[in-house]
């Protein structure tokens, strides 16, 4: 059953009633640890943050906010969601004496109120796959930023069009991905090119503590292996400009 943009929120905010934030990043599993670790450093190799205005598009309970305020070394970043539940707790964990650099608010992602160009970065993580019109937010991400950088699931993967179809959490969460092939198509079509591009991550969200111990070992190495990466590899991170 396709979920709507309400049903999605519906469900992230649930998440955070019940875990006091999301199911992946607040006592998240050791899978799901190593995984958003990767996920981070790969988009911080891709892209110099350092002293920029940042836009984090579908910012959800903040965690990955404050990990590109911290780690890329921002200059101001601003966290939008059209979760509620979400931009609460986000502003409930970000300390306002260290973090005043760092601002949430509710906000639909495909009518942004920001002028053209006003950030430097659009940062758009895992996202996309829960949209109706993920065009429409790539369209505004191109508008807002000069460059934006987009984390999504890799739907070459066919261990995760499995999860899609059978793990209890994808099906409630409506999780499901895009091939590169039609993510680049996209960007062209909205006037602008693919820069940069990696495939990144073996550890799959949820996954036993064994597992995710020994393909975290063999991650750097499948990684960079051409054709296999495309396959094995969890997420793909692109940039993009016009």
């Known amino acids: 059953m396709k979920h709507s943009d309400k049903d999605s929120v519906q469900v992230f905010n649930r998440d955070i009633e019940a875990n006091k934030g999301y199911l992946y990043t607040t006592n998240a599993s050791l899978s799901s640890d190593l ?18 205005k940042v836009l984090d598009i579908g910012c959800g309970d903040g965690t990955f ?93 066919p261990v995760l069009k499995l999860l899609e179809r059978f793990s209890k959490y994808h099906i409630e969460h409506d999780e499901k991905s895009y091939s590169p092939a039609l993510l680049d198509l ?3 079509q909205l006037g602008a090119d693919v820069r940069t591009r990696c495939y990144a991550g073996l550890v799959p969200f949820f996954c036993p503590d064994w597992m995710a111990n020994t393909l975290k070992r063999m991650e750097s190495v499948v990684e960079n292996i051409p054709i296999v990466k495309s396959i094995c590899c969890g997420v793909y991170v692109f940039t993009a400009e016009d």
């Open 186 to 188: 996209w960007i062209r």
């Open 65 to 157: 906010t404050r990990d590109i305020y911290r780690f890329g070394r921002v200059s101001q970043i601003v966290g939008i969601d059209p979760a509620l539940e979400a931009i609460e707790t986000a502003k409930k964990n970000t300390k306002k004496n260290t973090d005043d650099n760092i601002s949430f608010e509710v906000q639909n992602a495909c009518e942004l109120p920001f002028e053209s160009k006003s950030f430097d970065i659009a940062h758009i993580r895992g996202v996309l796959h829960h949209m109706e019109s993920p065009k429409e937010a790539l369209k505004e991400a191109l508008r807002v930023a000069k460059l934006t950088v987009v984390v999504e699931p890799n739907g070459y993967n």
């Open 35 to 52: 995984a958003n670790k990767r996920l981070t450093d790969a988009v911080l190799e891709l892209v110099d943050f350092n002293n920029k």
